[in-house]
């Protein structure tokens, strides 16, 4: 069975590994590289995995086969609004390392379809579940974003402050999940609170703008920081926030140079 990964990069390679090693024909898709044309990597799949960047999702999803499954592992989608065209899709989060997953290191991941556990699932790769498709989606967003502000903060890792953080957080996203149809049970799981706790800390990308955002305001990420493209399409009103959720709104308010 031929299984096609848009997104050859970390994440994308460490699933694809795992694919592999089970014996199904595993073929990537890199716009980078430009070694295929879209088409001829997903015609003849049985499924394709969405491992792309969040920002490079939108320029995909409308060339690809609608009656096809589609496994979404990029993070930081904020609505199921992108997949409404596709009759079969499902997500995979979580929080888990790319060199883990290669290396064979525990790790526990969340999905939203048993067939993602029958595909990916090893004695080294576990998942929890939920049918709730767009909790799991907000969750890989907005822990992004929230890593920023926790490094806007300067909260360190094991420090009284930094739990009280993550758990104000995982109240306020209990609530932004609930404003917005999803179950506010699926931040529980670990694509949300497992997710957020390692987002929230080094060597978190995210994390570590936020710390530069502290002495400079004004600073401009020179890597992709996901919870950035996030974050704007949050102000852009891609999900509704309640006026609960003072954490996020502000960040919201600081962000006028970067987002």
């Not at 990916?120 to 822990?143: E, H, I, P």
């Not at 104000?168 to 917005?180: F, G, I, P, R």
Request: glycine share 8%; net charge neutral.
């Amino acid at each position: 069975m031929k299984i096609a990964i848009l997104g050859a990069g970390a994440f994308g390679t460490a699933l694809g590994g795992i694919l592999a090693d089970k014996g199904y024909d595993i073929d990537y898709y890199d716009s980078r590289l430009e070694k295929e044309k879209l088409s001829d990597v997903v015609t003849d799949a049985k499924y394709v995995v969405l491992c792309v960047p969040s920002k490079a999702a939108p320029f995909l999803l409308p060339y690809l086969p609608k009656n096809k499954p589609l496994i979404v592992a990029t993070k930081g989608i904020l609505s199921n609004k992108a997949f409404s065209e596709f009759k079969d899709y499902m997500v995979l989060s979580g929080p888990g390392f790319a060199d883990d997953i290669k290396a064979a290191k525990q790790t526990k991941l969340t999905a939203t379809d048993t067939r993602i556990v029958d595909l990916f699932g090893t004695d080294y790769l576990t998942f929890d579940f939920t049918d709730d498709k767009q909790g799991v989606l907000m969750c890989g967003a907005l822990k992004n974003v929230y890593a920023i502000m926790a490094g806007v903060k300067g909260l360190e890792s094991g420090t009284t402050e930094h739990e009280r953080f993550l758990t104000e957080v995982a109240e306020e996203m209990q609530a932004l999940l609930s404003t917005n149809g999803a179950n506010p049970e699926t931040v529980n799981l670990v694509c949300g609170v497992g997710d957020l706790r390692l987002t929230c800390a080094y060597p978190s990308r995210n994390y570590e703008f936020g710390r530069i955002l502290r002495e400079n305001l004004n600073a401009q990420p020179e890597k992709t920081v996901e919870g950035v493209s996030a974050l704007k399409r949050i102000k852009r009103g891609e999900i509704k926030v309640p006026e609960t959720a003072t954490i996020l709104r502000e960040l919201m308010k600081v962000s006028d140079k970067w987002a």
